[in-house]
């Protein structure tokens, strides 16, 4: 009997297949409480390694005999060290999480969510470990990619694997809970990088302005993508309807609750805006359209097929920030809100342009939960 190893790639799909987990949580009991693995089918324990390095004789009993167990730690190296004792304990189906949580939090899972009018496709990324969405919109030959975060390869794999040429790349806003890969995108394919103006009067980089005036010509056509205005999350929000079909929402509309307006310090000013946007410029729209946001928040809102998405109707009936009576609103998304994410100055300023963090350092200012809804 050996240890042995689990990537993340093989982990995001046991737990998007709903498959049956056991996941032994070796980090301090704070970090764990903050942001652990979520899934439908997991069970998981923290036991902090400190409270192990003498050995695992005190919790033999809470662990399965029968099933695998998943140990997991920041890096991976704690996860080993305790991985093997349970080894030498006698436990026979043992892995360690290869690079930890801080590998989890970076990786992307592609998820098709659908066709288009004039046969392309549109696959939905999801961050599994962070709560991040992006977008990947194919048509012809040609690729527009929402929404990306920090680590762009997935989504250049992507487009090899299809003969696809990325065109575009769009940022529905200025982010404040992960870093931006826009810039990264457009410096490694060519693409023209797309990004709010009122978002972006603090910038330090060129970018073409995302507004209504402004179409997104793809795959010989100003008609298949469709720029709608939307602030309230950032004075910039922007929305971006595509095929008439599917509503990307950026941070503006989650599916179980509504984006925070309060992560540029402005949220009295900007309550109003999300009030706005949410209860006249969508209420406007087609109860058909598919929403699809850039964040979850909870692994409850991905369905059987390990995506997040609903229809603009539903979401009108079932979500709680779509039910707030107008004069309750600005106190209910100004006041008691959940923490900020964590670093969202730094990671602003980043996304600015301002800040040139390492690749480590960016990895370590994004570690933890998505805190961009206001429950």
Same mark, same amino acid.
């Given at each position: 009997?050996?240890?042995?190893?689990? +990537?993340?790639?093989?982990?995001?799909?046991?737990?998007?297949?709903?498959?049956?987990?056991?996941?032994?949580?070796?980090?301090?009991?704070?970090?764990?409480?903050?942001?652990?693995?979520?899934?439908?089918?997991?069970?998981?324990?923290?036991?902090?390694?400190?409270?192990?390095?003498?050995?695992?004789?005190?919790?033999?009993?809470?662990?399965?005999?029968?099933?695998?167990?998943?140990?997991?730690?920041?890096?991976?190296?704690?996860?080993? &060290?305790?991985?093997?004792?349970?080894?030498?304990?006698? #436990?026979?189906?043992?892995? &360690?999480?290869?690079?930890?949580?801080?590998?989890?939090?970076?990786?992307?899972?592609p998820v098709k969510i659908?066709?288009?009018?004039?046969?392309?496709?549109?696959?939905? #990324?999801?961050?599994?470990?962070?709560?991040?969405?992006?977008?990947?919109?194919?048509?012809?030959?040609?690729?527009?990619?929402?929404?990306?975060?920090?680590?762009?390869?997935?989504?250049?794999? #992507?487009?090899?694997?299809?003969?696809?040429?990325?065109?575009?790349?769009?940022?529905?806003h200025l982010h404040a809970?992960?870093?931006?890969?826009?810039?990264?995108?457009?410096?490694?394919?060519?693409?023209?990088?797309?990004?709010?103006?009122?978002?972006?009067?603090?910038?330090?980089?060129?970018?073409?302005?995302?507004?209504?005036?402004?179409?997104?010509?793809?795959?010989?056509?100003?008609? *298949?993508?469709?720029? $709608?205005?939307?602030?309230?999350?950032?004075?910039?929000? +922007?929305?971006?309807?595509?095929?008439?079909?599917?509503? *990307?929402?950026?941070?503006?509309? &989650?599916?179980?609750?509504?984006?925070?307006?309060?992560?540029?310090?402005?949220?009295?000013?900007?309550?109003?805006?999300?009030?706005?946007?949410?209860?006249?410029?969508?209420?406007?729209?087609?109860?058909?359209?598919?929403?699809?946001?850039?964040? &979850?928040?909870?692994?409850?809102?991905?369905?059987?097929?390990?995506? $997040?998405?609903?229809?603009?109707? $539903?979401? #009108?009936?079932?979500?709680?920030?779509?039910?707030?009576?107008?004069?309750?609103?600005?106190?209910?998304?100004?006041?008691?809100?959940?923490?900020?994410?964590?670093?969202?100055?730094?990671?602003?300023? +980043?996304n600015m342009g301002k800040?040139?963090?390492?690749?480590?350092?960016?990895?370590?200012?994004?570690?933890?939960?998505?805190?961009?809804?206001?429950?």
């Amino acid at each position: 009997m050996s240890l042995s190893e689990m +990537t993340v790639e093989q982990l995001a799909k046991k737990v998007l297949g709903n498959e049956r987990l056991f996941i032994l949580d070796v980090r301090n009991e704070d970090v764990f409480n903050d942001w652990k693995i979520e899934g439908k089918s997991i069970e998981i324990v923290n036991k902090p390694y400190f409270d192990l390095i003498e050995g695992v004789e005190g919790i033999v009993d809470e662990l399965p005999q029968s099933e695998a167990i998943v140990v997991v730690c920041a890096k991976e190296n704690s996860s080993k &060290f305790v991985g093997d004792m349970l080894v030498e304990a006698g #436990f026979e189906d043992v892995f &360690f999480l290869k690079g930890g949580m801080k590998t989890w939090s970076d990786h992307l899972e592609p998820v098709k969510i659908g066709d288009l009018s004039d046969g392309g496709s549109i696959y939905q #990324f999801v961050r599994i470990g962070k709560g991040c969405l992006s977008y990947a919109i194919e048509s012809g030959n040609e690729a527009v990619i929402i929404d990306p975060v920090r680590t762009i390869e997935p989504f250049i794999r #992507f487009a090899e694997e299809r003969g696809l040429t990325i065109k575009h790349v769009v940022d529905t806003h200025l982010h404040a809970d992960h870093i931006s890969g826009g810039r990264a995108m457009r410096e490694e394919t060519g693409a023209t990088y797309w990004l709010p103006p009122k978002d972006a009067e603090e910038v330090v980089f060129d970018y073409h302005e995302l507004t209504e005036d402004h179409p997104i010509h793809f795959n010989g056509s100003d008609s *298949l993508i469709r720029v $709608v205005y939307s602030p309230g999350h950032t004075i910039g929000s +922007t929305s971006i309807v595509v095929d008439n079909k599917y509503l *990307l929402t950026g941070d503006i509309l &989650f599916v179980q609750s509504i984006g925070r307006p309060d992560l540029a310090g402005k949220a009295g000013d900007w309550a109003g805006y999300l009030w706005d946007t949410l209860y006249r410029r969508y209420r406007e729209m087609s109860e058909d359209l598919i929403v699809l946001p850039a964040h &979850f928040g909870d692994y409850s809102e991905l369905n059987d097929e390990g995506s $997040v998405q609903e229809k603009l109707g $539903v979401l #009108f009936k079932e979500n709680t920030g779509l039910q707030i009576k107008e004069e309750q609103f600005n106190a209910k998304v100004s006041e008691n809100l959940p923490p900020q994410p964590n670093e969202f100055k730094a990671i602003r300023e +980043t996304n600015m342009g301002k800040q040139k963090p390492t690749q480590e350092e960016q990895q370590e200012m994004e570690i933890g939960p998505n805190r961009c809804a206001i429950n």
